[in-house]
């Protein structure tokens, strides 16, 4: 099989989509697929997208594959194309765009991205919440949900470690993911604030997505009064993670919306806590007081309220971190998640 994967940018990019897509190339082609990148440049414009749909050389290519795996962030330079080839085409959906747009913009862009969404031939959905999505635009099948894995490294911990780490002072948080406004962290930082009990917060991730909100978060550290608790690490290595996360305890990413949270799943490979918000998929996989903690978005008082006892009973942090790693444990790999992507690909191709 010959399989033509589409999408804006970089592939090597540091979001949790990109590392979806580098997971899935990799793993097609260690069974043995023909997998080629197409890289199209990100394009905002509409009127740019659509001269892409119209004569991209790279989509002019489109029939000389098997099968197109369409990173759907992508549709704004794809809907024509496609609907030019015979060539199939599944759309790999990581999240839907519109719903993040807003005034007379939201309405333009529901009616672009259901057009493409409506002339594909299949889906893969990294989680129940992002096919919910889906299907109110149109019929979601035939699809696979195929969950992002947080097997990427190992970090080399077990339970008598997770226990031992849980009673050293003070709490320790990372947060982890591009500092953009979506994923919250203005609002973890005021809920950290609130707490009674010593703790700090590395935030690791991108720096430059969002230049005008990390201003606005330096300006929260400052008027909070907590720079010397709050380091902002930026992007650093994955041995630089994996160390990060050894020290930690909690994994917070309170996103306004989060489609799946690769990040929380790997903090919990480590035996980390993790604390999400219940906007999206983190609940098909943190049970709220078990493995994690969940609490509404843009809530700060509820971060707050769910912390504090797990900063101060540190017996309860240990035995949820060990239930964190646990349930990490039985989620698919990345291995079997390649497989669901697959036998996806067989079906629309056979």
Same mark, same amino acid.
Request: charge should be negative; include cysteine.
């Given at each position: ?17 990109? /590392? ?17 990148? /197409?890289?199209?440049?990100? #394009? ?9 749909? +119209? ?9 000389? $594959?098997?099968? +197109? ?15 030019? /080839? ?37 889906? *893969?959905?990294?989680? #129940?919440?992002? @096919? ?20 990427? $490294?190992?970090?080399? !911990?077990?339970?008598?470690? !997770? #226990? ?9 948080? *990372? ?7 979506? @994923? ?66 909690? !994994? %917070? /990413? ?24 219940? %906007? ?71």
């Amino acid at each position: 099989m010959r399989v033509g994967l589409v999408l804006y940018g970089d592939i090597d990019g540091r979001s949790g989509g990109f /590392l979806y897509d580098r997971e899935i190339v990799r793993r097609l082609r260690a069974r043995g697929v023909v997998v080629e990148v /197409l890289s199209l440049p990100w #394009r905002e414009q509409l009127s740019t997208a659509i001269a892409d749909d +119209l004569r991209s050389p790279q989509l002019e290519r489109g029939d000389e $594959f098997d099968v +197109l795996l369409q990173d759907e962030l992508a549709h704004r330079s794809l809907t024509l194309t496609n609907r030019r /080839l015979d060539t199939p085409t599944v759309a790999l959906v990581h999240m839907l765009r519109w719903p993040t747009c807003s005034g007379p913009e939201r309405r333009v862009a529901r009616a672009i991205e259901r057009g493409y969404l409506t002339g594909v031939d299949g889906f *893969v959905f990294n989680s #129940r919440a992002t @096919k919910r999505a889906v299907a109110g635009v149109t019929d979601p099948s035939p699809s696979v949900v195929a969950y992002p894995a947080g097997d990427r $490294f190992d970090v080399g !911990i077990d339970a008598e470690t !997770i #226990r031992s780490r849980a009673h050293a002072d003070p709490l320790r948080v *990372v947060f982890l993911g591009n500092v953009i406004r979506r @994923k919250g962290l203005d609002t973890l930082l005021d809920g950290l604030a609130r707490l009674r009990s010593p703790w700090r917060l590395t935030v690791v991730g991108d720096l430059g997505v969002e230049p005008d909100y990390v201003r606005e978060i330096r300006g929260l550290i400052e008027r909070l009064g907590v720079r010397d608790r709050v380091a902002l690490a930026g992007g650093v290595s994955d041995e630089a993670l994996v160390d990060v996360l050894r020290e930690s305890h909690v !994994i %917070a /990413l309170p996103s306004r919306y989060e489609p799946f949270g690769i990040a929380l799943l790997e903090g919990m490979c480590a035996g980390l806590v993790p604390l999400a918000t219940t %906007a999206g998929g983190p609940p098909e996989f943190v049970g709220h007081g078990e493995n994690g903690l969940l609490v509404p978005p843009e809530e700060p008082t509820a971060i707050t309220r769910v912390l504090d006892p797990i900063a101060t009973d540190r017996d309860r942090l240990a035995a949820m971190g060990v239930a964190a790693h646990e349930r990490a444990g039985e989620h698919p790999s990345w291995a079997e998640t390649a497989d669901r992507v697959h036998g996806l690909l067989r079906r629309v191709v056979g």
